[in-house]
């Protein structure tokens, strides 16, 4: 399952072919989307709030209202799974990637095929757009980055190719640089005017799964199946911390908007909120019974999203509240005692007693 959001909006994809609207004020769902045809992929919601893509496991990209669920355009661009989907900053265009190997540019008012990119010769796995929209990157399983101009469809450079697959691609916040996170244990910076790698980051010892730019442009976390995310200097590539703490993978980083706070998911089933400055742990999320393999905050940096495999959104409250009422409130919610797992986590070298009120 893919996110993303707009505003108090949260949209979530989902394998049970549908695509849910979070209202992440209350944490209730505002709507649900179905008529796929099959299991939601990806999702993506315009620059200005109002469209809403799904793409599903059969090729099919829906765009709908994103207020009323009016469809505006169904189409089939691919012949296999939609596994990503990012608009153009003005909203326009609408670029897909998926398992066959090829990005579409989409049209997002007639819903018609602008472009088809043929580059890779395995599923693209994440497209895009650098910040002026002037730019379209691509990755895929066969190790490599493709540049693409999106007004023309052509391809403006291919990169020098990793030794194993790429997970994810990010612009920098000033779009001068691409970040890639790779099968081959390390992460590549790419200067994004001359195609050039510009450093190779060395530090995992396994597959890196996520990569984020800080607000301020000035770290890079880079999460991976070791278990760990490290903290790099930009644009120095100098390894700052190791974030330890996660009994499995980690698939998803994501910063707060103000840059303090660190959210990283776990297939542990767990996300935890670290402070960047000091690099300590400040809080574990446990609630989903599967792996956690998406995270995002709101803009306003209140409440944090995440996805799981349990084919479920949580939202949480990230400004921590004084222990006692944060021990109601749980009690309230789950309507029992806090298991072992939970005392663990919320009430580490506490007593043993109930805290939960018998009523």
């Given at each position: 399952m893919?996110?993303?959001?707009?505003?108090?909006?949260?949209a979530?994809?989902?394998?049970?072919?549908?695509?849910?609207?979070w209202?992440?004020?209350?944490?209730?769902?505002?709507?649900?989307?179905?008529?796929?045809?099959?299991?939601?992929?990806?999702?993506?919601?315009?620059?200005?709030?109002?469209?809403?893509?799904?793409?599903?496991?059969?090729?099919n990209?829906?765009?709908?209202?994103?207020?009323?669920?009016?469809?505006r355009?169904?189409?089939?661009?691919?012949?296999?799974?939609?596994?990503?989907?990012?608009?153009?900053?003005?909203?326009?265009?609408?670029?897909?990637?998926?398992?066959?190997?090829?990005?579409r540019l989409?049209?997002?008012?007639?819903?018609t095929?602008?472009?088809?990119?043929r580059?890779?010769?395995?599923?693209?796995?994440?497209a895009?757009?650098?910040p002026?929209?002037?730019?379209?990157?691509?990755?895929?399983?066969?190790?490599?980055?493709a540049?693409?101009?999106p007004a023309?469809?052509?391809?403006?450079?291919?990169?020098?190719?990793?030794a194993?697959?790429?997970?994810?691609?990010?612009?920098?916040?000033?779009?001068?640089?691409?970040?890639?996170?790779?099968?081959?244990?390390h992460?590549r910076l790419?200067?994004?005017?001359?195609?050039?790698?510009?450093?190779?980051?060395?530090?995992?010892?396994?597959?890196?799964?996520?990569?984020?730019?800080?607000?301020?442009?000035?770290?890079?976390?880079?999460?991976s199946?070791?278990?760990?995310?490290?903290l790099?200097?930009?644009?120095?590539?100098?390894?700052?911390?190791?974030?330890?703490?996660h009994?499995d993978?980690?698939?998803?980083?994501?910063?707060?908007?103000?840059?303090?706070?660190?959210?990283?998911?776990?297939?542990d089933?767990s996300?935890?909120?670290?402070?960047?400055?000091?690099?300590?742990?400040l809080v574990?999320?446990?609630?989903?019974?599967?792996?956690?393999?998406?995270?995002?905050?709101?803009?306003?940096?209140?409440?944090?999203?995440?996805?799981?495999?349990?084919?479920?959104?949580?939202?949480?409250?990230?400004?921590?509240?004084?222990?006692?009422?944060?021990?109601?409130?749980?009690?309230?919610?789950?309507?029992?005692?806090?298991t072992?797992?939970?005392?663990?986590?919320?009430?580490?070298?506490?007593?043993?007693?109930?805290?939960?009120?018998?009523?």
């Amino acid at each position: 399952m893919r996110s993303a959001r707009t505003g108090p909006v949260l949209a979530s994809a989902g394998v049970d072919r549908t695509v849910r609207l979070w209202d992440t004020t209350s944490g209730a769902v505002r709507a649900t989307r179905a008529g796929h045809p099959a299991a939601v992929l990806a999702v993506a919601i315009d620059p200005d709030g109002k469209t809403l893509a799904g793409g599903d496991a059969y090729g099919n990209v829906r765009l709908t209202d994103l207020a009323d669920g009016a469809v505006r355009a169904s189409v089939a661009p691919h012949d296999s799974g939609v596994l990503a989907a990012a608009f153009s900053p003005d909203g326009q265009r609408l670029a897909t990637g998926s398992m066959d190997a090829e990005v579409r540019l989409i049209h997002v008012e007639t819903g018609t095929i602008l472009w088809t990119l043929r580059e890779h010769a395995d599923e693209v796995h994440g497209a895009a757009f650098s910040p002026k929209g002037n730019l379209l990157a691509s990755v895929a399983g066969e190790r490599t980055v493709a540049l693409w101009n999106p007004a023309t469809g052509k391809l403006v450079d291919v990169p020098e190719q990793q030794a194993n697959g790429i997970n994810e691609v990010t612009f920098s916040r000033d779009g001068r640089t691409l970040a890639t996170a790779g099968s081959d244990e390390h992460v590549r910076l790419w200067n994004v005017a001359t195609a050039r790698l510009v450093a190779t980051l060395v530090g995992h010892t396994s597959q890196v799964t996520s990569v984020a730019f800080s607000p301020d442009g000035r770290t890079l976390p880079s999460g991976s199946t070791e278990r760990t995310v490290l903290l790099w200097d930009f644009p120095s590539g100098t390894a700052r911390a190791t974030l330890l703490g996660h009994t499995d993978e980690v698939p998803a980083v994501a910063f707060s908007p103000d840059g303090r706070m660190l959210a990283v998911a776990g297939t542990d089933q767990s996300t935890r909120l670290w402070d960047v400055k000091s690099r300590a742990p400040l809080v574990t999320l446990v609630g989903h019974t599967n792996a956690v393999f998406d995270v995002e905050f709101s803009p306003d940096g209140d409440t944090l999203a995440t996805a799981g495999l349990d084919k479920t959104v949580r939202l949480w409250r990230t400004t921590l509240r004084e222990p006692a009422a944060a021990v109601a409130s749980t009690c309230r919610t789950v309507g029992r005692d806090l298991t072992p797992q939970e005392r663990s986590a919320y009430l580490p070298g506490q007593s043993s007693d109930p805290v939960c009120g018998s009523d």
